[in-house]
C-alpha cells in the first residue's frame, strides 16, 4: 500500500463547477500538507500549504486536513479552463522532514 | 531573480550508458533535493543535499547517486541505465535542510529517454 493515494483521474468538469480535489495517507507522522499544481510538460508549482488539521482558503482555491480521517482535499471553486492541470498533494512529517511524499497526482481538465 | 535552472532538459541514453545531471538552486539556496517523475509511480524523492552532504536517500538503487557542490549546486548520476530509468528528473531548491516543510521551488526538470 503507497503512503499516499490520490484518484489519477482524469476529472472532467465542466467551466464554474466546484472541483474536489481528494488524497488519503496512512503515515499518521505526516504533519504537512501540500497541494502543487503542475501543467502538462511544467514543472510542479506549490499551491497550497497549511499545517496539521483543518481549513485554508486562498481566493478560489480551499484546502482542508482532516487528519483523524488521514484525508486531505482540494476545493476549486467556480473553475476556470486555466485550471486544467495536474493536482499532486504532498506531505511531510515533523519539522526538519527532509522529503515530501506525492501522491500520483489527479489530471483535470474544465472543459468551457 | 532566477529560478531553479535544469540542464540538460532532454536527454537521449542508451541502455549501460551512464548520464549526468545538473541543478543550480536558486541563489542563497543551500538545500538541493531530487525527485523522479513517471506516469505509474509519481514523484518519488530521490535524495537531499545540504552543504554538500547527503541528508537523505530514498528507496533507489545504488545506481542512483549526487553530489553538491560549495556554490549548492548539485549533479545527479546515473549509472548502468535501465528503460525504467526513463523519467522526469525533477530537482528543488529551498533555503535549508528540512524544507520540505516550507515546500519546494522546482526546476522544469529534465527529461530522460533510456533505449
Known amino acids: 500500500q503507497k503512503e499516499v493515494e490520490q484518484d489519477p483521474g482524469p476529472l472532467s468538469v465542466p467551466e464554474g463547477a466546484i472541483v474536489s480535489l481528494n488524497c488519503t495517507y496512512s503515515?499518521?507522522?505526516?504533519?504537512?500538507f501540500m497541494w502543487y499544481r503542475q501543467y502538462s510538460r511544467k514543472d510542479p508549482e506549490l499551491l497550497m500549504y497549511?499545517?496539521?488539521?483543518g481549513n485554508k482558503e486562498d481566493g478560489r482555491f480551499t484546502a482542508q486536513v482532516d487528519k483523524s480521517s488521514k484525508y486531505i482535499s482540494l476545493f476549486i471553486r467556480d473553475s476556470q479552463p486555466s485550471d486544467s492541470a495536474t493536482y499532486l498533494c504532498?506531505?511531510?512529517?515533523?519539522?526538519?522532514?527532509?522529503?515530501?511524499?506525492f501522491g500520483q497526482g489527479t489530471r483535470l481538465t474544465i472543459n468551457p | 531573480k532566477a529560478g531553479v535552472t535544469q540542464t540538460p532538459r532532454y536527454l537521449i541514453k542508451t541502455r549501460g550508458q551512464q548520464v549526468t545531471l545538473s541543478c543550480s538552486p536558486i541563489?542563497?539556496?543551500?538545500?538541493v533535493s531530487w525527485y523522479q517523475q513517471t506516469p505509474g509511480q509519481g514523484l518519488q524523492f530521490l535524495f537531499e543535499?545540504?552543504?554538500?552532504?547527503?541528508?537523505n536517500k530514498g528507496n533507489f538503487p545504488g545506481r542512483f547517486s549526487g553530489r553538491q557542490f560549495s556554490n549548492s549546486r548539485s549533479e545527479m548520476n546515473v549509472s548502468t541505465l535501465e528503460l525504467g530509468d526513463s523519467a522526469l528528473y525533477l530537482c528543488?531548491?529551498?533555503?535549508?535542510?528540512?524544507?520540505?516543510?516550507?515546500?519546494?521551488?522546482f526546476g522544469s526538470g529534465t527529461r530522460l529517454t533510456v533505449v
Open positions: 504532498a506531505m511531510s512529517g515533523p519539522w526538519g522532514a527532509q522529503k515530501l511524499v
Open positions: 543535499y545540504f552543504s554538500e552532504t547527503q541528508r
Open positions: 497549511t499545517y496539521s488539521s
Open positions: 541563489s542563497g539556496h543551500r538545500s
Open positions: 503515515n499518521s507522522a505526516f504533519q504537512y
Open positions: 528543488a531548491s529551498s533555503l535549508g535542510t528540512g524544507a520540505a516543510n516550507y515546500g519546494y521551488t
